[in-house]
């Protein structure tokens, strides 16, 4: 019904950039809210970045004024650009879409995720 696509993730030094996408395919009618998590090891898996279908954003306090969501509904796809990255930025990092597929129905969907690694 869905399938969704993770890319972006790889090593970069502190101070670096990572630009992160997550490409939806399938029986989408519409998508709405899209979303980043992350989760590094120990640690709890945390709301990274939000964007509503209507363009409405918000952010984790640790990332911003660094990380910037944006969205492409003709492609279905969800980036996160990621600047000034710091060490402790390092964690998997995964999408969450809201979808309506065109059977009506609605559906939470995760990508598969993508490791980030921030280090020296």
């Known amino acids: 019904q869905v399938q969704v696509v993770e890319s972006g993730g790889g090593l970069v030094q502190p101070g670096g950039s990572l630009r992160l996408s997550c490409a939806a395919s399938?029986?989408?009618?519409?998508?709405?809210?899209m979303g980043w998590y992350r989760q590094a090891p120990g640690k709890q898996r945390e709301l990274v970045a939000r964007?509503?279908?209507?363009?409405?954003?918000n952010y984790a306090d640790s990332v911003k004024g660094r990380f910037t969501i944006s969205r492409d509904n003709a492609k279905n796809t969800v980036f996160l650009q990621m600047n000034s990255l710091k060490p402790e930025d390092t964690a998997v990092y995964y999408c969450?879409?809201?979808?309506?597929?065109?059977?009506?129905?609605?559906?939470?969907?995760w990508g598969q995720g993508t490791l980030v690694t921030v280090s020296s």
């Open positions: 964007i509503t279908n209507g363009g409405s954003t």
């Open positions: 969450n879409l809201h979808v309506v597929l065109t059977s009506g129905r609605y559906l939470e969907v």
């Open positions: 399938g029986s989408i009618f519409s998508i709405n809210t």
